[in-house]
């Protein structure tokens, strides 16, 4: 059971250029979310999913956009990255609102 | 809109010295509370939760928390600590629905 799973572990970007995320979850879960780690910020939650086919804005969303056309996997894309999107990138998912999310190992991003 | 603060940015113990994390947040209805840790180079992982019944909780690896509702406060404590114990420890509130808020972290140091 492998649980949340988010590929790449690492990447490195020039700034301008697009890349997707990939998060997968072999948990059943209704939720996903996608959240930033920056330092001394905790994480800050950028998008979510509460259901296939559906996304929603989280605190943070500017230059991000998310697709959930899988129950299990969740994509952040950036379009056009900047450095101020580097950063640790965790996703996480949960069958439920108020219960406990499950986090992946993160992607470590760095923009140039 | 909630937010959750946490007392310190970084604290430095020595094995076998007991550990009182701090954690509060802002909003005044019910609530449910977390803690997480994340272990250099992992994932955040549960430490506890609560959400309802006797506000002392007992989490894993010894740990346990005791929301104080009065104070909107959910400290989390442990006797003594290991070396091992070493990480950063997140405080999360999740409210009617609402997405998880996450304070900024309190990453601990033990010194052996």
């Known amino acids: 059971n492998a649980g949340v799973t988010q590929t790449p572990k690492f990447r490195v970007l020039k700034t301008g250029q697009s890349m997707t995320l990939l998060c997968a979850q072999d948990?059943?879960?209704?939720?996903m979310y996608w959240y930033r780690q920056d330092p001394g910020m905790g994480l800050r939650l950028i998008h979510y999913?509460?259901?296939?086919?559906?996304?929603a804005k989280g605190e943070v969303p500017d230059g991000y956009n998310v697709s959930r056309l899988k129950k299990q996997n969740f994509l952040l894309g950036l379009e056009s990255a900047a450095p101020s999107q580097t950063s640790v990138y965790f996703c996480a998912s949960t069958d439920n609102w108020v219960q406990p999310q499950h986090f992946g190992d993160g992607t470590r991003l760095s923009i140039l | 809109a909630q937010s959750v603060s946490q007392h310190n940015h970084h604290v430095i113990l020595s094995e076998a010295a007991s550990l009182e994390l701090g954690c509060n947040y802002s909003y005044g209805g019910t609530v449910n509370l977390f803690w997480y840790v994340q272990y250099p180079g992992q994932h955040l992982q549960l430490l506890l939760k609560?959400?309802?019944?006797?506000?002392l909780v007992k989490g894993i690896k010894g740990f346990e928390a005791e929301f104080i509702k009065s104070k909107f406060s959910f400290n989390l404590r442990k006797p003594s600590v290991q070396w091992s114990d070493t990480a950063e420890y997140f405080c999360?509130?999740?409210?009617?629905?609402?997405?998880?808020?996450f304070g900024p972290g309190t990453r601990l140091s033990v010194l052996p």
């Open positions: 999360a509130v999740n409210a009617n629905g609402q997405n998880f808020v």
């Open positions: 609560y959400f309802s019944g006797d506000p």
């Open positions: 999913s509460v259901g296939e086919g559906t996304t």
């Open positions: 948990m059943n879960h209704e939720y």
